[in-house]
């Protein structure tokens, strides 16, 4: 039988990204080496141009960690660029949760504000968002 104390050894961080529609939940769990999966693929399943998967794992190459990790992400929402750049921010929220040495580096390279960015609503009379019907004198 498991006791309680035991099964806490296994110990990860869970932190949550957003971009847009994007949100992604990521898992990180000191490892033996580096292991990304996300969505149950890995990560060069998922992303299968080379400029996502470096959005999405940059906040690693950053921070040049000598500590290996396994990573879990559940990511829903949005488009593929957008899914990226929420793991980069889950991945990242999730690092500062494990040393908080490693705020200053992220913070400066950009990745733990969220993007807010996002697409503005239609309005009612207007063809989108902002573009309205062409006036016609008659």
């Known amino acids: 039988m498991v ?3 035991e099964k806490t ?7 949550v990204g957003r971009r847009k529609t994007a949100i992604a939940r990521a898992r990180i769990t000191p490892s033996a080496k580096t292991a990304v999966i996300i969505n149950g693929k890995d990560v060069n399943d998922y992303f299968v141009t080379e400029p996502l998967r470096v959005t ?7 921070v040049s960690l000598t500590t290996q990790f396994a990573v879990k992400v559940v990511v829903s929402g949005g488009g593929i660029a957008g899914q ?13 949760e494990y040393d908080i040495n490693l705020r200053g580096a992220l913070k400066k390279e950009g990745f733990l504000k969220r993007d807010p960015r996002a ?20």
Request: without cysteine.
């Open 3 to 5: 006791t309680t104390k």
């Open 9 to 15: 050894e296994e110990r990860y961080i869970e932190a």
């Open 56 to 62: 999405a794992l940059e906040a690693f190459l950053k």
């Open 84 to 96: 990226a750049t929420a793991v980069r921010h889950a991945i990242s929220r999730a690092l500062i």
């Open 119 to 138: 697409k503005e609503r239609r309005k009612f009379g207007f063809v989108k968002a902002r573009k309205r019907k062409q006036w016609s004198k008659r």
